[in-house]
């Protein structure tokens, strides 16, 4: 049976961040936290969740806020997470994640504010595609223990401007989840030569040893798509790029750097140019140390 907790405690913990491979909120059961892959150009992204579901062998446990939560995604970057709920559903294997998504067309429901402009712009799932969004997991919940997760919500793949209304934004949910204990990041430098006038820089992180490309959620099926991306950030004590990816499932990674990502439209093929590639190899519990010259 769901563990309800009230309303100010859920708002209490999704407010507060937690960095990657945080304690857990529970001696027993499942620990649910939410993260994002970052966009260019927003200083806010704020999509709201109705309710969580997780499905396996034992059926489908569900949690359904009591009120709809609005959550600031873009806080959600560079190995930070939020925790969402915690629940016990029987111990078992699960293979699925379901996230509630409240963002009706013509609404502020769910809503993205760009750099240079305080007013928000309507973010919205078109009334044709679905609010939940379901993402294949393997959660094994052994009895008498805590598991922690994290759901990624990937932003760069998931908002895109409405074609029809320059005015609003798209939101098609891209999630992945990964289970912390097995879960790494990778954090790096980019050479100051590599961030030129006009650039807006990330590195792009794919699961293997592969030839990098541009995010297309229409894509032909098996065509190299990102993992992951991360936002380069000047720091101004070091004077060095730096970036941070997290929760990436332990393996080896292929990254790239481009100065092109904010001309990266998620719904075509971008002729991006990647100007520092490699590769490093990701262990759960730790952080990879890359850079990128």
């Known amino acids: 049976?769901?563990?309800?907790?009230?309303?100010?405690?859920?708002?209490?913990?999704?407010?507060?961040?937690?960095?990657?491979?945080?304690?857990?909120?529970?001696?027993?059961?499942?620990?649910?936290?939410?993260?994002?892959?970052?966009?260019?150009?927003?200083?806010?992204?704020?999509?709201?969740l109705t309710g969580v579901h997780l499905t396996g062998a034992a059926g489908t446990q569900d949690f359904i806020f009591p009120t709809p939560l609005p959550l600031n995604f873009y806080q959600l970057q560079a190995g930070l997470s939020a925790f969402l709920i915690n629940f016990s559903p029987p111990p078992g294997q699960y293979t699925g994640v379901t996230l509630d998504f409240s963002a009706?067309?013509?609404t502020l429901a769910s809503n993205i504010t760009l750099v240079g402009n305080a007013t928000p712009f309507s973010l919205y799932i078109p009334s044709s595609a679905p609010t939940s969004i379901s993402v294949p997991a393997n959660i094994i919940i052994p009895p008498f223990s805590t598991v922690n997760i994290t759901v990624d919500l990937d932003l760069r793949r998931?908002?895109?401007?409405?074609?029809?209304?320059?005015?609003?934004?798209?939101l098609q949910p891209a999630l992945r989840v990964v289970d912390n204990a097995d879960a790494g990041?990778?954090?790096?430098?980019?050479?100051?030569t590599r961030v030129t006038s006009g650039c807006t820089p990330a590195v792009y992180v794919y699961s293997g040893n592969v030839t990098p490309a541009d995010v297309n959620i229409n894509a032909p099926a098996g065509s190299v798509q990102p993992i992951s991306t991360a936002l380069v950030a000047l720091n101004g004590t070091t004077v060095?790029?730096?970036?941070?990816?997290a929760f990436l499932p332990?393996?080896?990674?292929?990254?790239?750097?481009?100065?092109?990502?904010?001309?990266?439209?998620?719904?075509?093929?971008?002729?991006?140019?990647f100007t520092s590639v490699t590769t490093t190899t990701v262990t759960a519990g730790q952080t990879d140390i890359v850079q990128l010259n």
């Open 1 to 48: 049976m769901l563990r309800l907790i009230t309303r100010s405690a859920v708002l209490l913990c999704a407010l507060l961040l937690a960095s990657c491979f945080g304690s857990s909120s529970s001696s027993t059961g499942i620990n649910i936290y939410v993260a994002d892959a970052p966009i260019d150009n927003a200083t806010s992204v704020m999509i709201t």
């Open 104 to 106: 009706p067309p013509g």
């Open 158 to 170: 998931s908002i895109y401007q409405d074609p029809n209304n320059p005015a609003q934004y798209i």
């Open 185 to 192: 990041n990778i954090s790096g430098t980019v050479a100051l």
């Open 240 to 245: 060095q790029y730096n970036f941070t990816d």
């Open 250 to 273: 332990a393996g080896l990674y292929t990254l790239a750097f481009t100065c092109q990502a904010a001309m990266d439209d998620p719904t075509k093929s971008d002729n991006l140019s």
